[in-house]
Each structure stands twice: as structure tokens, then as C-alpha cells.
């Protein structure tokens, strides 16, 4: 597989086809085309030809594509041939809900820990998490050499909470707090919020 | 205003800006730059001044932004200066979580309706809403004139909930649930899947 870099906009796509891809295994298909994904995804055909080709020869023209082949491959590239623990912080309503999120299995992560600052909710139950205390959480996250934290705390302490993971080794954070934080470079964050999902929308609305 | 189409890219920014602003505006702070917001966001300043140019001119060279003036443009702009009723499908633990929502309020939204399938739920308060029957959810709708909903029930059902609510007028869609769904021509959807986002930085991770 060569190794140049791929376009940031291209890596976004990636794990949408790997999504499909997956369930179309998950159905017992065996074999797909570029037209196939692109009516399921609303992506052209030819572009998801390109965005595939970059990562070497799938398809054999006329025949399609294998779909275990190309599942394995895709997970070999985003790197979700593996299990990354993830840890949780913040067990409001948000937190809990993914925390509890039954969508992870076989698609590369785990939550592991969930961590919140309210003495309320310290040491009750999450499904089959028990709430940690934020303040052991740097010991717990270091020790266990966690990569990946999803934040949902609220707006005001989000940044810091990101200022703590980056300091204990979290590479990558998925924020679901309503307010952008910032990371050093090497570090890498995905902004979650469903008003912007929402306003993006109502823009075309009459 | 001139009405030519924005670039959909564009239009995906304009809530990141309006929500750095609002919160700017919360904090009783008057004036911005495109640098300040630059360095809050981590895009361009000058990126961020074309995107803003597209909709007047907002800023005076060397005084900066008047933040309420642009928080009441982008409002206008992206339709949310009035209030839209969503109702939400599903009340699972993510369902459940965004009818929870506190994030809505004066950004443009508001959670009035909850439905499910599963007898154990309806009739269940879940915050201030009645978890309401699926059966009956095309009449309440089309009744109540909403025009946004957001799906979290399992991927399985996922497309024939969005068909449903196309049939009732819903506009625009937000889907929690993992798969991929698709709207006839002048509808809208967004996807929004944790576990998309994480793969999307993994691939970047050692």
C-alpha cells in the first residue's frame, strides 16, 4: 500500500463506506460496485472509484468489488483492525447514552471508563460502568494507556478537560460539548453537535 | 443580501461561527476579529472573512466585527432567528438523551415530540415529554406541521422511519442511527455517528 497522503476530505469518507461496507457483509454480500455504494450513499460512483484507487487496486474492472477484502483492508487503513479503549468524561444524559452505545462493538473501539465530577453520580452504575471520579482520572487514564476520550461536560469546562486528557496521552478526542476546543498539532478532535448538524440544514429550508 | 447560492462547505461553517459568537455575546463581549475567531476555531482568518463577505459586508477594515450585528445576520441567514418544533423517533438511551437536550434553547430548536414502537416505553415521561406511539405519529405531525425530526432507533428501521416522516412533510432529518439514509431531491439529511468520527482520526494515530 503506498503511503502518501491522503486527503483529509477523502479520510472522512472512509469510515462511510466502511460503514456500508460492513453491513452489506453483515448481510452475507459477497460482492459490490462503486454504482451500488454510490446509490446507498449519495456519493458519485466515479468519485468513490477515486477515493478507493487510492489505496491500491480493490476492484477488478467488470467483476466489483469484494466486500470482506475491501472491509479488511478499509479497517487496515483507519486503523480499526484493532480495539482502541476509550474513555468517557462526563455521565450526564449524553455521556451515559454513549457510554451505554451498543454501535461500537466490532467497529474498532470500547468504552472502557466513564468519569464525572458530581459526588451524585460517582460510583453509581452505567450499564456496566461504574461513574470514577474526575479527579482519578489522569492515574486512570495514564495507567491504562487510553488514546481516544469522548468529552461531554459542559461547555464551559470542555477545553480544559481536553487540556487534561492531551497532558495524560489522549491522541484523539470526540467532543459532544456545544463549544470548539482546541489541540496541539499531532493531537486531533471531531466536533459533535446537533444544533450545527441541525442549522446546517434549515439553511435551505423555506 | 444577495441571494446567489453559497457553496454547501460555506454554509456548513456559518453555524461553527454563529456558535463561537453567541457564546462570545453570552460573555458580553461586543467586537471580534477574524483573527480572534480564527484562533478559537482553528480556521483561517482570511478563509473566515471570505466565508462572512458571501452574506455583506459585516465588518469595518481595522474596528472588527460587531458581534450582535453578525449573531442577528447569521441567525437570519441560516433560518434559526425563529423557533423549529422537532419531534424525535425513538427513545432508546440516545433518543432519550437529545429530547433531554438543554443545547437547544435560543439556538433555534426545540424538542416537542417523542415517539416509540416498544409498549414499555410509551407513555413513559422521559424530561417534560410523553413518549407517544409510533402508530400515531404520521397524524401528530402532520398536525402539528413539523418540519425536522431526528431519528435514533436501530439501523434496521431506520430508512422506513425517514420515508414515513418525508410522507408527513418533514424537511430535514437527523439521523443518529448507523446507516446511511437517503431523501428524494429537496429533502435533507445529516448523519451523525460517533463511531464515523473516531475512525476518522484513528487512521491518523501510530
Redesign the interface.
Known sequence: MDQKP?PDIV??R???Y???LQ?MADDNQRLTSSQELS????ISAAQIRKDLSQFGEFGKQGTGYNIDFLVAQLRQ????DRV?D?AVIGAG??G???A??Q??AN???RVTMIFDIDPGKIGTKIGPFVVQDYTTMIDAIRQAGI??A?IAVP?VSAQAVADELIKVGV??I?NYA???I?VPEGF???H??????????????E
Chains 1, 2 share one sequence.
Open positions: 491522503i479520510v472522512g472512509l469510515p462511510i466502511l460503514r456500508a453491513r446509490e446507498r450513499l449519495g487503513i483507519l486503523k480499526v482502541w476509550i444524559d449524553i451515559s447514552a454513549v451505554r452505545y454501535g461500537f467497529r474498532g473501539f488514546r481516544v469522548m461547555a491522541k484523539a470526540l456545544p463549544i470548539n482546541n486531533f478532535v471531531q459533535t453537535d446537533p444544533v450545527t448538524h441541525l442549522q446546517r440544514m434549515t439553511y435551505y429550508l
